[in-house]
Every structure is written in C-alpha cells, then in structure tokens.
C-alpha cells in the first residue's frame, strides 16, 4: 500500500505540508519540538521541484529552527544559528563526480571521534594536520605551497622541525 500525506495548502505559494511532533507538556505557544517540512518551488505547473526541511528546538529556547534541507537538487544543506548562506554549509554531488563540502566561516575539520586527529582546511587556503596530541603536525600553506612538519609557519618549500635539532632543511 502506500501512505500520502498532504494538506489544503497552496503549492503556488510554496506550501505543501508538515510533520509536527508536539510535546504536550510544553506551554500552548510552543508545544512542537520538531518538524519535518515540505515545501514547493518553481513555476512550472504539475512539475514544481520540492525540498524537504527539518527543524528541532535547542534546550532553553521557544521555537524550533531550520537545521537541515535537502534541496530539490539533491543537495543537503545545514544552517548554521541565524546563517542564512547555505550554500557555506553544504554536502553536494556533482555531476563530475566530486563530493563538495562546503564549511563554516573558518574552514572544514574532519576528525575522528575523539578529535585527536584530524585534518582542518582552513579558509585562507592552507591544510593543517593534526596527529594525536600534535597540532600542526603537518601544514601546507596555501599562499606559498611550503610545507611544514613540526612547526606551523615553514619557512621553505619543506620546513621539517624537530625537538633536538631545531630546523632541518
């Protein structure tokens, strides 16, 4: 069998439906706690493009907020507090085959469960690693193409520093 949802909104205006999960122990004004949202986009009659959004409610706070869409392309997109650029906070598949991620502010890091390792690609262009307990592993600087090992501002095309020697050419 299969289950449809919808409502009487008007998908010319964007609306399509929502699935709201209410608690009622909450006070009158804000008893949903999450919801899954359906919304229309496009002009073409009958063959409008959807995206479906989900919101939740941070501890301490009214209102439920927009943490995640998936766009009508596919695409999954993030917001992040009130930003609005979500193109900033982003997971696509291209079709030439590359997975973008797109992240903050400040760069992309991707560690592993307890954060002691990782790779950050900051902004400004450069590629930090982190192994273990040691930051700035490696870095390569993305204005420069140095790379550095042990020291986070190499000072050539390959800057190794170490406890003993200080700097290896």
Same mark, same amino acid.
């Given at each position: 069998?299969?289950?449809?949802? %919808? +409502?009487?909104?008007?998908?010319?205006?964007?609306? =399509?439906?929502? =699935? /709201?999960?209410?608690?009622?122990?909450? +006070?009158?004004?804000?008893? *949903?706690?999450?919801?899954?949202?359906?919304?229309?986009?496009?002009? !073409?009659? @009958?063959?409008?493009? #959807?995206? =479906? #959004?989900?919101? !939740?409610? &941070?501890?301490?706070?009214?209102?439920?907020?927009?943490?995640?869409? *998936?766009? #009508?392309? %596919? /695409?999954?997109?993030?917001?992040? %507090?009130?930003?609005?650029?979500?193109?900033?906070?982003? *997971?696509?598949?291209?079709?030439?085959?590359?997975?973008?991620?797109? @992240?903050?502010?400040?760069?992309? #890091?991707?560690? +592993?469960?307890? &954060?002691? $390792?990782?790779?950050?690609?900051?902004? /400004?262009?450069?590629?930090?690693? +982190?192994?273990? !307990?040691?930051?700035?592993?490696? =870095? *390569? &600087?993305?204005?420069?193409?140095?790379?550095?090992?042990? $020291?986070?501002?190499?000072? @050539?095309?390959?800057?190794?520093?170490?406890?003993?020697? @200080?700097?290896?050419?």
């Amino acid at each position: 069998g299969i289950l449809e949802l %919808g +409502d009487n909104q008007n998908a010319d205006t964007g609306g =399509i439906g929502s =699935i /709201n999960f209410v608690g009622t122990y909450q +006070d009158a004004g804000h008893k *949903i706690m999450a919801e899954i949202r359906a919304s229309g986009s496009g002009a !073409t009659s @009958g063959q409008r493009g #959807s995206s =479906i #959004s989900m919101y !939740t409610k &941070e501890n301490g706070t009214a209102n439920i907020a927009e943490r995640m869409r *998936i766009t #009508s392309d %596919g /695409n999954v997109t993030f917001a992040i %507090g009130s930003d609005t650029d979500r193109d900033a906070n982003s *997971i696509k598949h291209a079709s030439n085959g590359f997975l973008y991620i797109k @992240g903050g502010e400040a760069g992309i #890091s991707i560690n +592993d469960d307890g &954060e002691d $390792t990782r790779m950050i690609l900051f902004n /400004n262009g450069n590629i930090r690693f +982190d192994a273990g !307990t040691k930051d700035n592993a490696m =870095i *390569i &600087e993305g204005s420069t193409g140095n790379v550095g090992i042990g $020291t986070d501002s190499p000072g @050539g095309k390959l800057h190794i520093q170490t406890a003993s020697t @200080g700097q290896t050419p």
